[in-house]
């Protein structure tokens, strides 16, 4: 009498298959970072030629079917006017030279803020948008901030102080298609960022949040309080 066969378990090859899948997007996710943090290290001496921000907006305008034009021009740190420089740090990130990438106290307030006002407000340092305006563009998810979290200390130590703020100050949006300190001085007030003065390095630094809707001659009350930031702050 012949024993009846017993139909194969498929079950531990689907644990095989899964593993092995795991183990290839852990291998991909890895060798992504790398180049990411590769990258990082490389805009220590290079000047990146364009960000992900930047593809983006190109995208955005191609896809809607609306004419893009870049101004962008790089310039050198000793050639944005000191009061620029403090302008932005005193508007976007005023513990910037006293954190390493993030602020901590900054971030438990906007919780808190969060929690007892209903409504959110951004902590991101310099650093951390340095990181996303190269890398991730504007858009938010779980595993880009993971990313993120993760770069943010390689940026602080490959590239320290001085040149993440050349970099930030270079990349960041100023309006549609502008780009950097140099082209926001000269299209909004024709001149070089050099010669910029305090308070319209202010209203610049103003309309970072929302530079897509904001405009610095409409930004009075709150160039005005970072002007007062930036005398509390000694510059």
Not at 31 to 60: M, Y
């Amino acid at each position: 009498m012949t024993q009846a066969k017993r139909p194969r378990a498929t079950q531990p090859r689907h644990k095989g298959i899964i593993r092995r899948l795991l183990r290839w997007c852990l291998l991909a996710g890895l060798l992504g970072w790398t180049l990411l943090a590769l990258s990082l290290l490389s805009v220590r001496w290079i000047n990146p030629p364009f960000t992900a921000v930047q593809i983006e907006r190109r995208v955005e305008a191609w896809i809607h079917k609306k004419p893009y034009h870049k101004h962008c021009a790089f310039v050198r740190l000793d050639r944005i006017a000191p009061d620029f420089q403090h302008a932005v740090i005193a508007a976007e990130d005023a513990r910037f030279y006293q954190h390493h990438g993030f602020d901590w106290h900054e971030m438990r307030t906007a919780m808190e803020d969060d929690l007892e006002k209903g409504r959110g407000r951004g902590a991101s340092t310099i650093t951390q948008q340095l990181v996303k305006n190269l890398f991730f563009g504007t858009g938010r998810s779980y595993l880009r901030k993971g990313a993120e979290f993760t770069l943010v200390p390689v940026a602080e130590i490959v590239l320290g102080k001085r040149r993440i703020l050349e970099l930030y100050l270079n990349v960041v949006e100023w309006g549609p298609g502008i780009y950097g300190a140099e082209a926001a001085s000269r299209y909004y007030y024709a001149i070089p960022a050099r010669n910029l003065g305090r308070e319209q390095a202010a209203r610049l630094a103003a309309i970072l949040p929302a530079p897509l809707r904001r405009r610095p001659e409409r930004m009075n009350e709150y160039s005005a309080l970072i002007l007062e930031r930036m005398r509390q702050m000694g510059w």
